[in-house]
T-cell receptor, first 111, second 114 residues
């Protein structure tokens, strides 16, 4: 069964303190791994799609990497406005493009 | 480019009632997926519509049903509401071409069942 596990559940950082969020997955035939940002009470906002092991993508202070078993979202010198829940999801080879999500990591960045 | 929109924003219903949620997909997208997100959890896949046909379904009972219209907008209908149906309902649209599609989410509809 396809599954996504994110860790830690919650993370508190000081402004400027870099860290990484982890997403471990098991999926039959990975077609894509997705990172989203979600603010409280809002819909998820798309950040990155990764397709194969070794791939990396960057956007401002965020960098996503992918291996055959996990993905990392690295946050460099975070600011308070980076506070949000970060969701990881996978698409497998199930015949249609449903997303399987982890429970997310709640990030709080304090000044 | 218009993003994904959903209506209503919030909804309060009582047990046993029926509800219809609406979604307008992003311009140029032909696929709509619906997800249920309970508090503190990741979104759970309900079903997907591609060119007005149900294309796949998650582990949800038949009282969850949907439609997609020729303009690719969509509805989610839930009959015989239960307390556990209280959640944020998310619609996502995508352009299905090739093996992978990136889904873009709307702001969601918060449903409370009393």
């Amino acid at each position: 069964e396809d599954q996504v596990t994110q860790s830690p559940e919650a993370l508190r950082l000081q402004e400027g303190e870099s860290s990484s969020l982890n997403c471990s997955y098991t999926v039959s035939g990975l077609r894509g791994l997705f990172w989203y940002r979600q603010d409280p009470g809002k819909g998820p906002e798309f950040l990155f799609t990764l397709y194969s092991a070794g791939e990396e993508k960057e956007k401002e202070r965020l960098k996503a990497t992918l291996t055959k078993k996990e993905s990392f979202l690295h946050i460099t010198a975070p600011k308070p406005e980076d506070s949000a829940t970060y969701l990881c999801a996978v698409q497998g080879s199930g015949g249609y493009n449903k997303l399987i999500f982890g429970a997310g990591t709640r990030l709080a960045v304090h000044p | 480019e218009t993003g994904v929109t959903q209506s209503p924003t919030h909804l309060i219903k009582t047990r046993g009632q029926q509800v219809t949620l609406r979604c307008s997909s992003q311009s140029g997208h032909n696929t709509v997926s619906w997800y249920q997100q309970a508090l503190g959890q990741g979104p759970q896949f309900i079903f997907q519509y591609y060119r007005e046909e149900e294309n796949g379904r998650g582990n949800f009972p038949p009282r969850f049903s949907g439609l997609q219209f020729p303009n690719y907008s969509s509805e989610l209908n839930v009959n015989a509401l239960e307390l556990d149906d209280s959640a944020l309902y998310l619609c996502a649209s995508s352009m299905s071409e090739g093996s992978t599609d990136t889904q873009y989410f709307g702001p969601g509809t918060r449903l409370t069942v009393l």
